[in-house]
């Protein structure tokens, strides 16, 4: 049974889980969140990222899933730090006359 597909989708889960890292790492030093949240999302992409290695070793899906874990750990830590855009809706819907 050839193993490739089922360890790009565990990767992309790997990536998916490391932009939750990412987030959730921000919202526990701004203090939203508890520290728990955090462990388990590292939790969880650990355990994808090993279950990546552990047939194969170090190949171009173990080797493109870190990187895109790492890029998306980031990309979570950036949409999390900025501010965000919050439009009055009462002001769009009904303008000042």
Same mark, same amino acid.
């Given at each position: 049974? !050839?193993?490739? !597909?089922?360890?790009? &989708?565990? /990767? #992309? ?12 790492? &921000?919202?526990?030093?701004? /203090? ?5 949240? #955090?462990?388990?999302?590292? #939790?969880?992409? #650990? ?9 194969? /070793?170090?190949?171009? &899906? ?32 009904? !303008? !000042?006359?």
């Amino acid at each position: 049974m !050839p193993y490739g !597909p089922l360890r790009v &989708i565990v /990767g #992309l889960l790997c990536v998916f889980f490391a932009h939750f890292v990412g987030r959730s790492a &921000i919202r526990v030093r701004q /203090g939203r969140t508890r520290q728990s949240t #955090l462990m388990s999302w590292m #939790l969880r992409t #650990l355990v994808a990222s090993v279950a990546v290695f552990w047939h194969a /070793g170090l190949d171009r &899906i173990s080797v493109g899933t870190i990187v895109l874990a790492i890029v998306a750990a980031a990309a979570g830590v950036y949409l999390e730090w900025r501010p965000r855009h919050h439009d009055e809706l009462e002001k769009v819907m009904f !303008p !000042p006359d």
